[in-house]
C-alpha cells in the first residue's frame, strides 16, 4: 500500500507538534524558579573583593542568580537550570555564614584553584557574560583577601586529590 503524501506530511506534523509540546513541558518543569530567599546578605569577602565574586560567581553559586531571558527558553534552559543547581550546591555564598570556618576556608582554597586554571567561571558563561572574566588583578586582590581572612596557606592549591566536600 502506498502511504500518501498527505498522510506524511500529518505525520510529520504530529511528531512536529509532539517535539514542541514536549520541550514546553520540559521547559516547564525545569523553568527557574524564583530565587530561594537570601540567608547571607553580608560580605563574604572584603569590600573590595566582594564585587568580583558578585560579577563572577553569583550567577551560579548564590541564591541571587540574574536568571537571562534564554534562561526561559527549553532547551537552553535546562542547561542553565542545572548549572546553577550543581553550582549551589558545590558552594553557595548566599548560606556562607551557615558554614563553619574551616570550610568556608577551604572552599575559597579551591575557589582561588579554580580561578587560577581558567576552570571558573565556566568557559560557557563567559562566551554570554565577557565582564565575569577574572582579570589577573581581580585573582590578586581575592588571593590577598582570603590570605588576610583565612591565612596564607589558604592561597596555595589544595593538598593533590583532596576531594570536595559539600
Ligand atoms: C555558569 C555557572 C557558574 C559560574 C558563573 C561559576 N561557577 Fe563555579 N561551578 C559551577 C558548576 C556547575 C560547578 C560544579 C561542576 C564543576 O566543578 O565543574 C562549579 C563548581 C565550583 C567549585 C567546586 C569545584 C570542585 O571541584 O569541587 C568551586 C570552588 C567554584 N565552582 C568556584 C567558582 C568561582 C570562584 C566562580 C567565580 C569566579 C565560579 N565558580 C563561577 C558553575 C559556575
Redesign the pocket.
Known amino acids: 500500500m502506498r502511504i500518501s503524501r498527505s498522510k506524511w506530511a500529518k505525520a510529520a506534523l504530529v511528531v512536529i507538534a509532539v517535539a514542541i509540546a514536549g520541550s514546553v513541558i520540559a521547559g516547564r518543569v525545569l523553568l527557574p524558579e524564583a530565587n530561594p530567599p537570601l540567608r547571607h546578605e553580608g560580605w563574604v569577602l572584603s569590600e573590595r573583593a566582594q564585587p568580583?565574586?558578585e560579577r563572577?560567581?553569583?550567577?551560579?553559586?548564590s541564591n541571587a542568580t540574574r536568571w537571562p531571558w534564554y534562561a526561559y527558553v527549553p532547551p537552553v534552559s535546562l542547561f542553565?537550570v542545572?548549572?546553577?543547581?550543581?553550582?549551589r550546591?558545590?558552594?553557595n555564598f548566599s548560606a556562607w555564614d551557615s558554614r563553619p570556618p574551616d570550610r568556608q576556608a577551604k572552599?575559597?582554597q579551591?575557589?582561588?584553584?579554580?580561578?587560577r586554571e581558567g576552570?571558573?567561571?565556566?568557559k560557557?558563561?563567559?562566551w554570554a557574560?565577557a565582564d565575569?572574566r577574572?582579570s589577573e588583578a581581580d585573582l590578586a586582590l581575592?588571593t590577598e583577601d582570603v590570605a588576610a581572612r583565612y591565612g596564607e596557606a589558604f592561597t596555595r592549591p589544595p593538598p593533590e586529590g583532596e576531594?570536595?566536600e559539600h
Open positions: 568580583i565574586l563572577a560567581c553569583f550567577d551560579c553559586h542553565i542545572m548549572d546553577v543547581a550543581e553550582g550546591e558545590h558552594v572552599d575559597m579551591k575557589a582561588l584553584e579554580e580561578i576552570e571558573m567561571p565556566l560557557m558563561y563567559l557574560h565575569a577574572v581575592l576531594e570536595h
